[in-house]
């Protein structure tokens, strides 16, 4: 699993911080390394020899940028492919923009986040006053 560093949205947590909530996330995973990475996905599949992206769909707007996504990856690295997996029906809404508000506005988000995640996000937002 790879966490990129600089996304380009609004993230509560570092890199090294989500790399530390998603390692605990996959911790029963034997097999599931996570780390940072900088540039394009297609040159870290790359450099650690995978040949093959897995990535998340929720709804159709994903698919669309996902599917700009896959052309773009397949036009500079035609030998990674790409795999997409459905979300589940009740994670179909879930947006981490969405729990970030929800949180925010003081909702609990521990159903819709691992306990780990929730209880970190209730101390960032304790952090920064909100």
Same mark, same amino acid.
């Given at each position: 699993?790879?966490? %990129?560093? =600089?996304?380009?949205?609004?993230?509560? /947590?570092?890199? !090294?911080?989500?790399?530390? @909530? /998603?390692?605990?996330?996959?911790? +029963?995973?034997?097999?599931?390394?996570?780390?940072?990475? #900088?540039?394009?996905?297609? $040159?870290?599949?790359?450099?650690?020899?995978?040949?093959? &992206?897995?990535?998340?769909?929720?709804?159709?707007? +994903? /698919?669309?940028?996902?599917?700009?996504? /896959? @052309?773009?990856?397949?036009?500079?690295?035609? $030998?990674?492919?790409?795999? %997409?997996?459905?979300?589940?029906? #009740?994670? !179909?809404?879930?947006? =981490?923009?969405?729990?970030?508000?929800? *949180?925010?506005?003081?909702? +609990?988000?521990? $159903?819709?986040?691992?306990?780990?995640?929730?209880? *970190?996000? *209730?101390?960032?937002?304790?952090? &920064?006053?909100?």
């Amino acid at each position: 699993m790879a966490v %990129y560093e =600089s996304p380009p949205k609004n993230v509560r /947590f570092t890199a !090294q911080e989500r790399v530390t @909530l /998603f390692r605990e996330a996959v911790k +029963d995973f034997p097999n599931v390394e996570v780390s940072t990475f #900088q540039g394009l996905t297609v $040159d870290v599949a790359r450099e650690t020899g995978a040949t093959l &992206i897995i990535r998340g769909l929720r709804a159709g707007s +994903d /698919f669309e940028n996902e599917f700009e996504m /896959f @052309l773009m990856n397949k036009n500079l690295a035609p $030998d990674v492919e790409a795999m %997409y997996m459905m979300s589940n029906l #009740q994670w !179909q809404f879930l947006s =981490s923009a969405r729990v970030k508000e929800i *949180a925010q506005l003081g909702a +609990d988000v521990r $159903d819709l986040v691992p306990p780990h995640v929730a209880a *970190a996000l *209730a101390t960032k937002l304790r952090e &920064i006053g909100l």
